[in-house]
Nanobody
Framework: QVQLVESGGGLVQAGGSLRLSCAAS????????MGWFRQAPGKEREFVAV????????YYADSVKGRFTISRDNAKNTVYLQMNSLKPEDTAVYYC????????????????WGQGTQVTVSS
């Protein structure tokens, strides 16, 4: 069982930065691949980034590649999403999630989800 709590969202101007954190409970965090997803109003939830439990391999959605960086600290049971050069279209509720797959971009493959944190980017 893994419980996830996101933090770090807020209101930022276009071009600014935010760092999201996702704190996990449970002793198996280091064996879970962690992903970030987002859902904008009126839109489906979409994949943002993922970091594997083994070797820390990463993969990003094309829309955030080069602007966002996912990382994890297994000693702190925390995964991060550093978001730079934010755009108004990045506005969404951001969710972290955990899966036993090595790399997964489909939300159906994730077993545990946080409550989400709101990110709003003003133009």
């Amino acid at each position: 069982q893994v419980q996830l709590v996101e933090s770090g969202g807020g209101l930022v101007q276009a071009g600014g930065s935010l760092r999201l954190s996702c704190a996990a409970s449970g002793r198996t965090f280091s064996r879970h691949t962690m992903g970030w997803f987002r859902q904008a109003p009126g839109k489906e939830r979409e994949f943002v980034a993922v970091i594997s439990w083994s070797r820390g391999s990463t993969y990003y959605a094309d829309s955030v590649k080069g602007r966002f960086t996912i990382s994890r600290d297994n000693a702190k049971n925390t995964v991060y999403l550093q978001m730079n050069s934010l755009k108004p279209e990045d506005t969404a509720v951001y969710y972290c999630a955990a899966t036993m797959f090595w790399i997964a971009t489909m939300d159906a493959r994730y077993d545990y989800w946080g409550q989400g944190t709101q990110v709003t980017v003003s133009s």
